[in-house]
């Protein structure tokens, strides 16, 4: 799995990896950032949360074409120090429930979109570029799985982090999150007054003093939670940081593929060594991936739900309480314990040399005796479960699945009959499908009433459901940006990985709608009309295999 790989892939996923976590912990906590500080419902969240994700993936295009005129690298650098700022600007402290904060907001938002949009789609291609060396080019596909199963690393540790960060504001000031109080606190500031004695019921469990004006423990309560999430925010600061310096420090490693020289010189020495297409086969590439960008958009769409649905129903609808083996997966360590015994199981079987088996045997054993020391150790049931901790599972999915997913197409491979890429994308969508299949079950035992989602189910729905939905993350994302490197005729390699986040940037806009439908209609029904979403794109890409498949020979 870790053979035959060009040394500037580890150190550009590592540049990455630190990336993911400021943008994640974005993800994690921005639509409940907006509901607290701002007192947003779901219908406007989800416009501003959707926003942030498509211009943060659109202007990727815009990067793109800058970086085919000017430099991948320096593209790259230029974008983390936009995000820097961008991080910075939102993590310094604001007054609750104000215009000024909300200029603040969007001035941050909007730069680490724009440094977004210099760094991700930039550095896939210089990671692309590595494997225009033939010593590398048949494990093309590996590198980007491995690619993404690190980059996930930083993306596991966000939501964690941010929920401690969260926790220790509010404690600091004598709260304990509670579910219920943003939104009631919100209302009352509002003038909503009625709401009153639900605050005083609820709030003397979370540090409401008796006596206490309700006016200003909400203002209290609410400035205390925002400040919590802006401490996330902070910590993206130094996570970008890091990520600068590995790249910086790093570039022994993938020096070769870099040509910083004035214009009029190729951008990128690899590109230069290519065949050149004649216009018919470029134009053939150039349409067989705007139709996977057509299907892309779709899959983006339900997929980052994790943060605005998936995120009311854990905040709405899911119990706040776990216990047994599911209160396991709100350990962070135990976590971790279980990744590495995954990549010691696989070691067993895939080393030839016995030291190296024998060395994964004792990890493996390790891993099973922590495991069940975290097990003991963790309390049953683990409480207040906040409802960002469920954004650990997509990345913490992504690295322990890696594994599993190479190792299936391997041996697919050697029996020749591994899918094409246009076909794992296929069954992506149809595994997205089931996914939200599994959200329709979850949600029988839910109400909507008022514009509110109400319920009390086990958290082992979602959490089977992000399962699900990492599956067909690594049929499809991986895949497909390996696709686009390797499809994507030479001369337009940057706008045709722009494209790619530009088509992700449409389906995440499109995560709008069903925080619209929030509220309005039986979950089971929303659920229901993502699953037709995913099936009809299903549908399409198989019915354009051989086009695409023709057009990539």
């Given at each position: 799995m870790f053979k035959n790989q060009p040394a500037g892939l580890y150190v550009l996923s590592l540049a990455n990896t630190g990336e993911r976590f400021g943008y994640y912990t974005v993800i994690a906590v921005l639509v409940l950032f907006l509901q607290a500080k701002f007192g947003f419902g779901a219908a406007v969240t989800g416009q501003v949360y959707g926003g942030f994700l498509a211009i943060a993936y659109f202007l990727p295009m815009v990067g793109g074409w800058i970086a085919d005129r000017w430099s991948f690298s320096k593209s790259v650098a230029l974008g983390m120090a936009i995000m820097f700022l961008g991080y910075l600007v939102i993590a310094l402290p604001s007054p609750i429930r104000s215009a000024g904060s909300i200029v603040m907001l969007v001035v941050g938002l909007l730069l680490v979109a724009a440094g977004t949009g210099l760094f991700k789609g930039n550095l896939q291609v210089m990671i692309g570029d590595l494997y225009n060396d033939p010593r590398y080019s048949a494990h093309r596909d590996t590198g980007f799985n491995l690619f993404y199963m690190f980059i996930n690393i930083g993306a596991v540790f966000a939501p964690i982090t941010a929920t401690v960060l969260t926790n220790w504001a509010l404690e600091s000031d004598g709260y304990v999150y509670n579910m219920l109080l943003p939104?009631?606190?919100?209302?009352?500031?509002?003038?909503?007054?009625?709401?009153?004695?639900?605050?005083?019921?609820?709030?003397?469990?979370?540090?409401?003093?008796?006596?206490?004006?309700?006016?200003?423990?909400?203002?209290?309560?609410?400035?205390?939670?925002?400040?919590?999430?802006?401490?996330?925010f902070a910590v993206a600061c130094l996570s970008v940081a890091f990520s600068y310096l590995v790249f910086f420090f790093g570039r022994v490693t993938y020096a070769h593929i870099v040509n910083d020289s004035k214009k009029g010189d190729k951008a990128e020495q690899s590109s230069a060594a290519m065949p050149e297409l004649?216009?018919?086969?470029?134009?053939?590439?150039?349409?067989?991936?705007?139709?996977?960008?057509?299907?892309?958009?779709?899959?983006?769409?339900?997929?980052?739900?994790?943060?605005?649905?998936?995120?009311?129903?854990?905040?709405?609808?899911?119990?706040p309480n776990a216990y047994g083996a599911t209160r396991i997966g709100f350990n962070i360590w135990a976590l971790c314990v279980i990744a590495v015994g995954i990549f010691a199981l696989f070691g067993i079987f895939q080393n030839r040399k016995p030291v190296a088996r024998c060395s994964c045997v004792v990890v493996f054993l390790v891993c099973g005796a922590l495991l069940w020391y975290f097990y003991i150790v963790t309390p049953n049931p683990v409480t207040d479960i906040l409802p960002m901790m469920y954004q650990q599972f997509d990345p913490f999915y992504v690295i322990a699945l890696t594994p599993v997913s190479l190792a299936i197409f391997d041996w697919m491979a050697r029996k020749g009959k591994e899918p094409s890429a246009p076909r794992k994308i296929g069954y992506g969508m149809i595994v997205a499908a089931l996914a939200y299949v599994v959200m329709i079950f979850a949600s029988l035992g839910c109400t909507v009433e008022n514009g509110n989602a109400y319920g009390m189910v086990s958290p082992n729905w979602l959490m089977g459901t992000y399962l699900m939905l990492v599956f067909a993350e690594l049929l499809l994302s991986p895949i497909g940006i390996s696709f686009v490197t390797k499809v994507a005729p030479p001369k337009y390699k940057g706008a045709m990985m722009g494209c790619w986040f530009g088509a992700t940037a449409v389906g995440n806009y499109l995560t709008s709608?069903?925080?619209?439908?929030?509220?309005?209609?039986?979950?089971?029904?929303?659920?229901?009309?993502?699953?037709?979403?995913?099936?009809?794109?299903?549908?399409?890409?198989?019915?354009?295999?051989?086009?695409?498949?023709?057009?990539?020979?």
């Amino acid at each position: 799995m870790f053979k035959n790989q060009p040394a500037g892939l580890y150190v550009l996923s590592l540049a990455n990896t630190g990336e993911r976590f400021g943008y994640y912990t974005v993800i994690a906590v921005l639509v409940l950032f907006l509901q607290a500080k701002f007192g947003f419902g779901a219908a406007v969240t989800g416009q501003v949360y959707g926003g942030f994700l498509a211009i943060a993936y659109f202007l990727p295009m815009v990067g793109g074409w800058i970086a085919d005129r000017w430099s991948f690298s320096k593209s790259v650098a230029l974008g983390m120090a936009i995000m820097f700022l961008g991080y910075l600007v939102i993590a310094l402290p604001s007054p609750i429930r104000s215009a000024g904060s909300i200029v603040m907001l969007v001035v941050g938002l909007l730069l680490v979109a724009a440094g977004t949009g210099l760094f991700k789609g930039n550095l896939q291609v210089m990671i692309g570029d590595l494997y225009n060396d033939p010593r590398y080019s048949a494990h093309r596909d590996t590198g980007f799985n491995l690619f993404y199963m690190f980059i996930n690393i930083g993306a596991v540790f966000a939501p964690i982090t941010a929920t401690v960060l969260t926790n220790w504001a509010l404690e600091s000031d004598g709260y304990v999150y509670n579910m219920l109080l943003p939104q009631l606190c919100n209302a009352y500031l509002d003038g909503n007054v009625s709401v009153g004695s639900q605050i005083v019921a609820v709030a003397q469990e979370s540090g409401m003093r008796v006596g206490q004006d309700i006016a200003a423990f909400a203002e209290s309560y609410i400035d205390s939670l925002s400040t919590g999430y802006g401490y996330g925010f902070a910590v993206a600061c130094l996570s970008v940081a890091f990520s600068y310096l590995v790249f910086f420090f790093g570039r022994v490693t993938y020096a070769h593929i870099v040509n910083d020289s004035k214009k009029g010189d190729k951008a990128e020495q690899s590109s230069a060594a290519m065949p050149e297409l004649t216009p018919e086969q470029t134009r053939s590439r150039i349409v067989a991936l705007l139709l996977v960008f057509g299907v892309v958009i779709f899959f983006w769409m339900v997929f980052m739900q994790n943060g605005a649905t998936l995120t009311l129903f854990a905040n709405d609808c899911t119990s706040p309480n776990a216990y047994g083996a599911t209160r396991i997966g709100f350990n962070i360590w135990a976590l971790c314990v279980i990744a590495v015994g995954i990549f010691a199981l696989f070691g067993i079987f895939q080393n030839r040399k016995p030291v190296a088996r024998c060395s994964c045997v004792v990890v493996f054993l390790v891993c099973g005796a922590l495991l069940w020391y975290f097990y003991i150790v963790t309390p049953n049931p683990v409480t207040d479960i906040l409802p960002m901790m469920y954004q650990q599972f997509d990345p913490f999915y992504v690295i322990a699945l890696t594994p599993v997913s190479l190792a299936i197409f391997d041996w697919m491979a050697r029996k020749g009959k591994e899918p094409s890429a246009p076909r794992k994308i296929g069954y992506g969508m149809i595994v997205a499908a089931l996914a939200y299949v599994v959200m329709i079950f979850a949600s029988l035992g839910c109400t909507v009433e008022n514009g509110n989602a109400y319920g009390m189910v086990s958290p082992n729905w979602l959490m089977g459901t992000y399962l699900m939905l990492v599956f067909a993350e690594l049929l499809l994302s991986p895949i497909g940006i390996s696709f686009v490197t390797k499809v994507a005729p030479p001369k337009y390699k940057g706008a045709m990985m722009g494209c790619w986040f530009g088509a992700t940037a449409v389906g995440n806009y499109l995560t709008s709608i069903p925080m619209l439908l929030w509220g309005k209609m039986s979950l089971p029904v929303m659920w229901g009309i993502l699953v037709a979403v995913c099936l009809l794109a299903a549908l399409f890409i198989f019915s354009i295999m051989k086009k695409l498949e023709s057009a990539t020979e």
